[in-house]
């Protein structure tokens, strides 16, 4: 790409949650977040859903090739509505994820995505900054300190993803570069949506406790969520990451309860294993601004907002999009990665120096690019 200054990257995302595909334009140089865009959103159908559920876990190797069509077809519908992105970063599906062993791995295929999108494709982000002993986890720091600077904060402040794993971003906005010693501090709290979610289908049939609507019925077993914060994960230091099954005990820790106090156990899981991983933080931040979908949830909200001390706000309120942040994110990387520069560090994934990830994935076919239509602010 030889393009100078901001250009229109086409970011996609499609998380551990199994809801979808978020797709999202950002205009940006890959260090300042020029203007937001149009997103857009493919949800996975049910059939869709249970070949990805049966993935998960899986290395390559193994039989995909039932969930790979799902993931192509499924991005292939979100992505190709928008006009004329200059990049396209694709993030894939991850089924499983292990860095200090086997590795990780997202499914997806950025070649074929480029040649059916017309448009250069970054993907596979994470497996460079795990063979340089990183822990590929999580990726979205150096774009939440992109967005500290965007919404003007001049005091430190947490960005808190309450996805299917929890993530926390502790940003300092005051220095001037993300990769600089001190600018971030990341890891995953703990488990955050996805056993909450599998406790809901296995029980009730639905995808998700829409509302926090179960949970407020029921009442947190406290026996189960002190076994719950004896798992050895929450006294590791950070940086650390999480596959989205390495807590699937939660599970058996509720199956005497019924299913409201399950499901309100569980959110209080989630909930509490974000105040443990706040007391990482070098120094108490100014607010916690909560993206994904834990953010929808009152319940979650509430929790956290007695617990912590300091203010707990949905992103929305400093005019971020919750429900498209780390498609944005992975826009924003791809700019990154085109233009040689970092998108992990040692404060981020304990890679041992700051390095950029991902492969480039360019078609002959490209389209002439016109500028993606803005949207939001």
């Known amino acids: ?3 100078q200054g901001p250009i229109w990257a086409l970011g996609a995302m499609s998380g551990t949650s199994l809801d979808g595909v978020d797709a999202a334009c950002v205009l940006t140089d890959g260090v300042t977040i020029s203007r937001f865009g149009e997103s857009g959103y493919r949800p996975y ?4 859903q249970s070949v990805l559920r049966a993935a998960l876990g899986k290395w390559p190797g193994a039989d995909l090739e039932a969930a790979r069509q799902v993931i192509q077809r499924a991005h292939m519908d979100a992505l190709s509505p928008f006009d004329g992105a200059d990049l396209v970063g694709f993030h894939g599906q991850t089924l499983a994820h292990d860095p200090q062993g086997r590795g990780t791995h997202q499914l997806g295929d950025g070649a074929a995505l ?19 002993g990183g822990e590929g986890a999580p990726l979205a720091p150096f774009f939440h300190w992109a967005c500290a600077k965007w919404i003007g904060a001049t005091e430190p402040v947490c960005f808190l993803n309450l996805g299917g794993v929890g993530n926390l971003t502790w940003v300092d ?34 995808s998700f ?28 230091m950070p940086p650390k990451s999480l596959d989205r099954d390495d807590f699937s005990l939660m599970l058996d820790l509720v199956r005497e309860l019924g299913d409201a106090d399950a499901a309100a156990t569980m959110t209080g899981m989630a909930a509490t294993a974000v105040m443990v991983g706040m007391e990482h933080c070098p120094v108490q931040p100014s607010r916690v601004l909560v993206t994904g979908g834990g953010r929808k949830n009152p319940v979650m909200m509430q929790m956290l907002s007695v617990g912590l001390d300091c203010p707990v706000q949905p992103v929305e309120d400093v005019g971020l999009d919750g429900d498209m942040l780390e498609a944005q994110a992975f826009a924003y990387l791809a700019v990154r990665v085109a233009r040689g520069l970092p998108t992990s560090a040692p404060g981020t994934t304990g890679v041992a120096t700051p390095i950029g990830g991902g492969q480039i994935s360019r078609t002959g076919l490209a389209k002439g690019a016109r500028r993606a239509r803005g949207g939001g602010a």
Not at 45 to 48: A, L, R
């Open 1 to 3: 790409m030889n393009k």
């Open 45 to 48: 159908t049910e059939p869709e």
């Open 114 to 132: 480029a040649e059916g999108l017309g448009c250069d494709v970054v993907w596979d982000f994470r497996s460079a900054d795990v063979a340089l």
């Open 173 to 206: 906005p005051r220095l001037s570069k993300p990769e600089e010693d001190g600018a971030l501090l990341a890891f995953d709290t703990g488990p955050a949506n996805a056993p909450l979610n599998d406790l809901m289908m296995q029980r009730r049939g639905v």
């Open 209 to 236: 406790d829409r509302d926090g609507g179960l949970a407020r019925q029921g009442a947190v077993e406290d026996g189960a969520l002190e076994l719950f914060l004896d798992e050895p994960f929450f006294r590791r």
